[in-house]
């Protein structure tokens, strides 16, 4: 599954959840926890059966930000499920076993509603998760691993600047790469959201670390990270070079080569066949959002 972007919306605020699907991201999270007032959690976990299919109206996936709360978690985990979630966000994770005890709470829900079962994206908040995070990362229903920028910064005693988020969040990205799960982030914060320069600059910079997409917290920055996690034009010209040239090689039994000057070998065609196979799936994905 490719997704490139995840745009969230409050839970509480209904107007927000029926254009969520026409803003163009690859994901919707309806969040449950920091954009919703204490006053509005419980009515907000009860909309869910109405906000994730609203959300998910033109085929998006549908992601529930949970409050990790022991009076919440697993309620709002169960509601999700119900309403037909993609996956859970799951804030403030420091261990793996967090994970399985969701996972062993949702088993029997998706037996009972005969669905697939919903997969875990955690948000790794604090100095205790950053270094659990390979741990965290090989946990039950893993489906992609993200920092949360600000919730990081004020464990840390620090401001979210991109010089204090650069270490933690390398570190949960490289602990996704290392479990074989997608990589969420940028290494900012998310809530200067109108700074779009920042957010473009941003967001090119996550893609050359290898992260796969980003949140973001307002439909403006869809586009920028849509158009940051794909392939452009150029890059795709570049790999189907590099592709045709490595086949020449070999037709002849060459195995390293240059083109234009460049050295060629094996790592550098891995890396133009990926390229390939993402601009590929993101073709495919906008035929059938379009189809």
Request: aromatic share 6%; hydrophobic share 45%; glycine share 8%.
């Amino acid at each position: 599954m490719i997704i490139r972007s995840l745009l969230y919306v409050p839970g509480s605020n209904r107007r927000f959840i029926e254009k969520a699907h026409t803003r163009g991201a690859d994901a919707i999270i309806v969040d449950l926890e920091d954009a919703v007032a204490a006053s509005m959690k419980t009515e907000a976990r009860d909309a869910l059966a109405q906000s994730v299919p609203l959300a998910g109206k033109a085929g998006t996936p549908v992601f529930v930000r949970v409050n990790n709360t022991q009076e919440r978690l697993l309620a709002d985990a169960e509601a999700a499920c119900r309403a037909g979630s993609f996956g859970l966000y799951v804030p403030k994770v420091e261990t793996g076993a967090l994970l399985q005890q969701l996972a062993t709470h949702l088993e029997p829900i998706e037996r009972e509603l005969g669905r697939k079962r919903t997969v875990f994206v955690p948000l790794i908040e604090s100095p205790a998760g950053v270094f659990a995070a390979a741990e965290i990362g090989r946990g039950a229903r893993v489906f992609a691993l993200s920092g949360g920028g600000e919730d990081l910064a004020t464990s840390m005693g620090a401001k979210p600047l991109p010089q204090v988020l650069n270490l933690p969040k390398q570190l949960i990205h490289l602990a996704a790469k290392a479990a074989g799960v997608l990589s969420f982030g940028l290494l900012r914060t998310v809530a200067d959201y109108a700074d779009l320069d920042g957010m473009r600059d941003a967001a090119n910079e996550a893609r050359l670390f290898g992260f796969d997409g980003a949140s973001c917290i307002h439909p403006s920055v869809v586009p920028i990270l849509n158009a940051a996690f794909s392939p452009s034009p150029e890059e795709i010209d570049w790999a189907r070079k590099v592709i045709a040239a490595d086949k020449i090689a070999a037709d002849v039994g060459q195995g390293a080569h240059t083109i234009d000057g460049y050295f060629v070998d094996a790592p550098i065609v891995a890396r133009a066949q990926a390229i390939l196979v993402l601009a590929d799936s993101i073709d495919k994905n906008s035929e059938t959002a379009h189809g």
